[in-house]
């Protein structure tokens, strides 16, 4: 008898040890080549940085997203979301009392001891890392896995590609890539190099990025941008409007500059050039009109000139 109630003991320990087990678990690889134990189907999803909560967006996963860095601002919505500090400033505190299933992490940014700190805490954390417009198409076709929602992701990823082959056709009819001055800071001036999305973005656009080379955001003189002798000046930053104007009154001052000469500088918004989400098409889309306005003629604008 003693045995027979041993025995039911022992058993019923084990089937309470298999309810409690997250049975519904997959072991996935994510892109830094970690082992992530990922629920099957995540239900309170953290996305730890803007480009990552645009992604969760456009897979139609809003309703699972729970939580989100400072300036996720689109779509609208992600506004409302509770914040966890900013991409690079996590807030530890603030992911863990959101009860996140899984959070979803950049390697370029989010802290490796934050990530160690959670997946110690039992959350597990899935990184990526796009380094192009491509790695964003696959990211986008690997999370659409992840969270099950592979049709949905092939669905964005294959507009993203048509669209994409419209732009190459359309600045085909140029009969020469301009040179482009992109400036992403104010004082000093600062530009893209190689390695960057909008580096990509100004070549696939069809122009001549005049900072290229290998150190990603380059420091010029003005002097120094004077002797390029651009074609294109397009300025960004977080200012906005508020100092555009400025900046422009001080490039029309050198009125031999091409750009100047042909009233061709133009203010764009970085979100849609420097965040790897399926919104860098839009900003391939943008900068195409600019660089090469004579392929747009029957359309209207989507710049500020």
Not at 49 to 74: C, K
Not at 127 to 148: I, K, S
Not at 271 to 289: C, F, K
Request: proline share 8%.
């Amino acid at each position: 008898m003693m045995r027979v109630k041993r025995f039911r003991a022992i058993l019923l320990g084990c089937l309470l040890i298999l309810v409690n087990t997250p049975v519904s678990a997959k072991t996935s690889i994510d892109q830094l080549g970690r082992q992530v134990m990922v629920p099957d189907r995540p239900q309170r999803i953290v996305a730890l940085a803007p480009s990552i909560t645009e992604i969760i967006f456009f897979l139609g996963l809003a309703d699972r997203l729970v939580g989100a860095t400072q300036f996720s601002d689109f779509p609208p919505a992600a506004e409302k979301l509770p914040k966890v500090g900013s991409y690079v400033h996590l807030d530890v505190e603030k992911i863990v009392a959101l009860e996140p299933d899984l959070c979803i992490a950049v390697k370029d940014g989010n802290p490796i001891s934050v990530v160690h700190k959670l997946e110690s805490m039992n959350i597990p954390v899935y990184a990526v890392d796009p380094r192009n417009l491509g790695a964003v198409m696959d990211t986008l076709v690997e999370l659409g896995q992840l969270l099950d929602v592979g049709v949905r992701a092939d669905a964005v990823v294959a507009d993203m590609a048509d669209r994409i082959r419209r732009v190459r056709q359309r600045v085909a009819c140029g009969d020469h890539p301009p040179d482009v001055f992109f400036q992403i800071g104010i004082s000093p001036i600062v530009s893209v190099g190689t390695p960057t999305f909008i580096h990509e973005l100004i070549v696939m656009g069809g122009g001549t990025n005049l900072a290229q080379g290998l150190t990603p955001y380059p420091r010029f003189s003005k002097e120094q941008v004077i002797g390029l002798r651009p074609e294109v000046i397009i300025i960004t930053s977080m200012a906005r409007e508020a100092v555009f104007d400025q900046v422009k009154a001080e490039w029309q001052q050198w009125k031999e500059l091409p750009a100047v000469k042909n009233d061709r500088i133009y203010l764009v918004d970085s979100n849609v050039l420097d965040r790897a989400s399926p919104r860098l098409v839009e900003g391939l889309e943008l900068l195409a009109r600019l660089i090469h306005p004579e392929c747009y003629r029957t359309d209207s604008p989507e710049a500020q000139p």
